[in-house]
């Protein structure tokens, strides 16, 4: 969907805030829900919770299918971030299932899992287009009854641990914010998360604006027909599969060689660090009408982003109540949510005031400040995951 939702709502007429509105509003859902889907699976169990989502998301991608103005995309977003909150249940199962010293292995892994969507997704929905502008909707609810059908069959039911897991309330969302190991590393989960967010809901949106040729437009885009903006579809589905291959290979086979050499600590600096590089880039190839700017600024962006979100989903992890881990994980994609609620509109707002580049520029910004956070955060608890992993 994702290559989509800035062709659609341009050919439904609405402006860069709206499109930035659009993609927060999903993740509004999955900040209020993803604890909550946490919890329950802490009490009823990781299998429903996950099979039960999948379903709900079949439904929200039929009514993207058959959206055909900005309120019914605007509720299809709203069902699917309703159920896509169940993530952090994802994240728990892994918890479950790995011991501490895996778990930065363990949560590449579906690092690697989103990559891989990433790569498949934007590109089978990009070229779906040329078929009608329904098919991508209703291949994608296909595939989301097919994996819940696969869960049903294949997934094993697994509990942690079950003690103290009777009531959901702001006890553990305190104790989340304000704990020193884990408070600063939700922090750094917004920033990073709200920074990419930026690149993830304008990059298309800036491709249209300053480089058209790019995609197939003959002009400028706000004088293109709606076939030509539809027809820009399956180029941006292109390159995001692109930068999604290369995230797979980093979540899903680096970060297990950098991990055991080098510590999530290390790894929390350097990420935010790398991602922030690839943004000014990419802001630096818009100023400059480079398009080769832009694509080495997008070669280097997941090495950044793949770096930085394994190693913090893992030291949360590492830092949450065993007990609970479902609640915890599911805090932090809250506070995951929440960066991607705020990134979307300001990158929207700015793409408007300041010109398509300055998005860019603002994220590239963000995620310095989250690197200096990063590295005074390794000095200070650094350590004590050391002495945990040993």
């Known amino acids: 969907m994702l290559p989509l ?10 402006g860069e805030v709206a499109l930035g509105l659009l993609f927060s509003c999903f993740s509004g859902m999955q900040f209020l829900f993803a604890p909550l889907w946490g919890r329950i699976s802490d009490r009823a169990g990781r299998r429903p919770v996950l099979i039960g989502g999948l379903v709900g998301t079949a439904a929200s991608y039929a009514l993207f299918a058959v959206a055909d103005s900005m309120p019914l995309l605007f509720a299809s977003r709203l069902l699917a971030g309703f159920f896509g909150a169940n993530i952090s249940t994802a994240q728990a199962y892994i918890a479950d299932v790995t011991t501490p010293e895996n778990r930065a292995k363990g949560m590449g892994l ?5 990559g ?3 790569t498949l997704g934007p590109l089978i929905g990009g070229e779906l287009t040329s078929l009608s502008p329904q098919a991508p909707g209703w ?13 049903y069959l294949r997934l094993p039911e697994v509990r ?8 959901f309330g702001t006890v553990q969302v305190k104790h989340a914010l304000t704990e020193p190991r884990i408070g600063v590393l939700m922090g750094l989960t917004f920033l990073t998360v709200s920074a990419f967010g930026a690149f993830e809901a304008m990059f298309t949106r800036f491709g249209l604006a300053r480089f058209p040729g790019v995609f197939h437009l003959p002009g400028a885009v706000e004088n293109a027909s709606l076939d030509e903006i539809l027809a820009a579809a399956p180029v941006a589905g292109r390159y995001l599969a692109a930068i999604g291959v290369i995230s797979a290979l980093i979540q899903g086979g680096l970060i297990r060689r950098l991990v055991p050499r080098f510590g999530e600590p290390a790894l929390l600096v350097v990420g935010p660090f790398l991602l922030g590089l690839a943004l000014a880039v990419v802001g630096l190839g818009g100023w400059f009408q480079s398009w080769a700017l832009v694509i080495t600024g997008c070669v280097l962006m997941p090495l950044g982003f793949g ?4 190693a913090l989903a893992s030291l949360v992890s590492r830092a949450s109540p065993a007990a609970e881990q479902g609640a915890y994980m599911g805090i932090n994609q809250s506070i ?3 960066g991607r609620m705020t990134g979307p509109p300001a990158a929207g707002l700015l793409f408007g005031a300041l010109g398509p ?5 603002a994220a590239a910004l963000v995620l310095g400040a989250a690197s200096l956070i990063a590295l005074a955060y390794r000095r200070r608890h650094g350590a004590s995951f050391a002495r945990a992993k040993a």
């Open 139 to 151: 291949f994608a609810a296909g595939l989301s009854l097919c994996a819940a059908a696969f869960g």
């Open 336 to 338: 995951s949510s929440l």
């Open 357 to 361: 580049q300055s998005p860019f520029f």
């Open 5 to 14: 939702l800035p062709v659609y709502s341009k050919a439904y007429g609405a």
């Open 110 to 114: 579906i690092g690697a899992a989103f």
């Open 116 to 118: 891989l969507g990433f």
């Open 160 to 167: 942690g641990n079950q003690a103290g897991s009777r009531v």
């Open 307 to 310: 770096l930085s979100n394994p």
